[in-house]
């Protein structure tokens, strides 16, 4: 054997190798088989009905998981607006108005003498303990990076400052030392400064959220629409199709589908309809008058505060410009709110049952006044015991108005949050059963479809 030049001849020469670009038999066949079924699919009437079914199918599923998808968030948030957000943004309320109570108490016993009645103390004490159950509650339910939670540790840390000036001015009131006045109108400076602005903070931001959570329940669930839109015009168009080709009118399965996707479409607007139409009454005839009867019993409880401690100051504390007392000011410019949020509660109840407590209320205000008028007249004439006797007495007296006014509100309260709760009840009940039913209606659907489609395949068998 002869070598070309320059070869070993000790190495053999290497095999011809196969092209790897070449196809393997196997591969091929394969592939083969794949194209030969994508031609029947494209140009055989079984074919085309095999594709269409699974669309079919996978529309009618993909319809009712997107709006079992949806609903569940909307019906989530509906049901956070009945179990957490409203009750959470009551409790901001009724927080406040303990604490303003608290005060009003406070100014009330203190001026009754050095012995505080016992029924002004033991509300004091009721009002106190409220405010920190309802702080402890509302903690609970709050997430700690909000700024909720800021407010709740604020107030928490605050709340123990302002008894211990409390329980220092009545000691001092106790042994007739001026001192107590002092602590007195300290402690309300705080409650004033920093507890209910802090309480009022709270309570804007819970309801807030109790706004956010409104919103999220009556949004729109625009893609489970759209997609109910589409899987109903695939189905009718299929039916059309199968009518020209056959003049076969009917077909019991694309029936049973087009029916169960038009009742759960139906369903979903019909139900989202009406929950936001009762979601929407919560907060218009509920929330709103709620908000601003919340808002007249601070202003109330407030200009009570003022009035006492006008008569405890004794024209000590006066406004910045140095020219009025800065108690009566304040009561002056609380009563005012009081008068215009009452107007506005009055407006927004929507019936009978709201409205002739807010009647009442305005009433015992106006009332109120007079008899404020009346007693400031003594005071500044030195009849200072006859200007305490009308306004803590128990007979005629500014307080006697106070607790009408405060009875009336609290009556129109629990009228107003009890259609809230109904309202926003019958909207979460509105969602209540749709996700689980869309599911499975649309899976009764998708398998509907696709025995219709058998159905006309079997005829070409």
Not at 16 to 23: C, F, G, I, L, Q
Not at 140 to 166: H, K, M, Q
Not at 248 to 258: C, E, I, K, Q, Y
Request: net charge negative.
């Amino acid at each position: 054997m002869t070598y070309p030049p320059n070869a070993d001849p000790r190495r053999e020469p290497a095999p011809d190798r196969p092209d790897a670009s070449a196809a393997v038999p196997g591969q091929r066949g394969v592939r083969s088989v794949a194209a030969e079924r994508l031609r029947a699919v494209a140009t055989t009437e079984p074919g085309r009905l095999q594709v269409i079914g699974a669309v079919l199918a996978l529309l009618v599923v993909a319809f009712g998981a997107v709006t079992a998808l949806e609903v569940s968030g909307r019906a989530s948030a509906a049901d956070d607006v009945v179990t957490r957000s409203q009750p959470l943004s009551a409790d901001a309320a009724d927080i406040y108005r303990s604490l303003a109570d608290a005060d009003t108490m406070a100014a009330s016993g203190f001026l009754a003498g050095a012995e505080e009645p016992e029924d002004v103390h033991a509300q004091y004490e009721e009002d106190i303990r409220e405010a920190s159950r309802l702080l402890v509650k509302a903690a609970a339910g709050t997430d700690v990076s909000s700024s909720s939670a800021g407010e709740i540790r604020t107030l928490n840390e605050l709340l123990p400052e302002y008894t211990g000036l409390i329980e220092r001015a009545r000691a001092n009131n106790r042994q007739g030392l001026p001192l107590g006045g002092a602590y007195l109108r300290y402690a309300n400076q705080k409650m004033t400064n920093d507890l209910l602005p802090a309480a009022e903070r709270l309570y804007a931001a819970e309801t807030g959220r109790l706004s956010t959570d409104t919103a999220d329940a009556r949004r729109w669930p625009f893609l489970a629409l759209g997609a109910g839109v589409v899987a109903l015009a695939a189905l009718v168009w299929t039916q059309r199709r199968a009518y020209r080709r056959t003049n076969r009118v009917f077909s019991r399965g694309l029936l049973a589908a087009t029916a169960a996707a038009s009742v759960v479409l139906l369903w979903l607007a019909v139900g989202h309809t009406v929950a936001r139409a009762e979601l929407r009454a919560a907060m218009t005839h509920g929330q709103e008058s709620l908000d601003v009867l919340n808002k007249a019993r601070i202003n109330s409880l407030k200009a009570r505060a003022n009035e006492n401690l006008t008569l405890v100051a004794r024209g000590a504390v006066l406004t910045a410009d140095g020219t009025q007392d800065k108690y009566e000011t304040d009561y002056g410019a609380g009563m005012k709110a009081l008068g215009e949020q009452l107007t506005t509660a009055g407006r927004l109840a929507d019936d009978s049952r709201g409205r002739e407590p807010v009647a009442r209320a305005a009433d015992a205000v106006s009332e109120w006044q007079e008899r404020h008028r009346r007693a400031r007249s003594t005071d500044d004439q030195g009849d200072y015991d006859g200007a305490l006797k009308q306004i803590i007495g128990a007979k005629d007296s500014t307080g006697e108005s106070f607790a009408l006014v405060d009875e009336a509100l609290e009556e129109a309260l629990g009228q107003e949050q009890s259609e809230f709760t109904g309202a926003a009840k019958s909207g979460r009940g509105a969602l209540g059963g749709l996700p689980v039913g869309a599911g499975v209606l649309a899976v009764l659907g998708a398998v509907a479809a696709i025995a219709g489609i058998n159905r006309r395949l079997s005829e070409y068998r």
